[in-house]
């Protein structure tokens, strides 16, 4: 039951050009999304967020279009940099009457940004 | 910045054997979490604790799998009787009220390895 997709398994880009990380869902009861960078032996780090309201969220050189009609939302990150170079996590959020929220994760798009 | 804690890094232990991970939420957090991610899958959530009880547990989380949050500022997650497919990272997660995003902080994670 995957209802977060990540399709993309790996991503490469150079350095100063954009990266486009995308990611599908299936469930309409979701109302906000959040992606997370990853680096090995860490935990996953917060980036950015969009509520299902809106359609884009911009934080530096980070931007996420949120595609309600389609399901579908993406990460751009403009201009790449080496130290991007990390696994990116979609995640969903479910949230219940009692105030937590579930995540539920895709399986991640490494991306490696060269010289 | 405050941290999520976990410990230890890594753990071996044989098939059979009970293990318990442990985690420091952040002191003002009141929601607690544990994800894991089995080598180069998603990361799926196990549980979620607040007011010392279990709000929700996926399928995953059976009766081999139990929480407790002992003396109010461990968290920990405890396999009675591993078996091989528990091996995975395990991340303890803690979020303060309304805390999605920046308010959601992982660990770095356990790695717990069944032989």
């Known amino acids: 039951d995957q209802q977060v997709k990540q399709n993309s398994p790996s991503l490469s880009v150079q350095e100063g050009r954009i990266s486009i990380l995308n990611c599908d869902y299936t469930n309409s009861m979701f109302d906000y999304f959040l992606w997370y960078k990853k680096y090995p032996a860490e935990g996953p780090t917060f980036l950015i967020s969009i509520s299902s309201i809106k359609d884009k969220n911009e934080d530096g050189r980070f931007t996420v279009f949120l595609n309600k009609s389609a399901k579908h939302l993406s990460l751009h990150i403009v201009p790449s940099q080496p130290g991007d170079s990390a696994v990116y996590f979609c995640?969903?959020?479910?949230?219940?009457?009692?105030?937590?929220?579930?995540?539920?994760f895709g399986a991640g798009t490494r991306l490696a940004v060269h010289p | 910045e405050p941290e999520v804690t976990q410990t230890p890094s890594h753990q071996v232990t044989q098939m059979g054997q009970e293990v318990i991970l442990r985690c420091v939420p952040i002191?003002?957090?009141?929601?607690f979490y544990w994800y894991r991610q089995i080598l180069g899958q998603k990361v799926e959530f196990l549980v979620s604790f607040y007011n010392n009880e279990i709000s929700e547990k996926s399928e995953i989380f059976d009766d081999q799998f139990s929480v407790e949050r002992p003396d109010g500022s461990n968290f920990t997650l405890k396999i009675r009787s591993t078996k091989l497919e528990d091996s995975a990272m395990y991340f303890c997660?803690?979020?303060?009220?309304?805390?999605?995003?920046?308010?959601?902080?992982f660990g770095s994670g356990t790695r717990l390895t069944v032989v």
């Open positions: 995640a969903a959020r479910e949230m219940f009457s009692g105030g937590y929220n579930k995540l539920i």
């Open positions: 997660a803690s979020e303060r009220v309304g805390g999605i995003g920046y308010g959601y902080t």
């Open positions: 002191s003002n957090h009141l929601y």
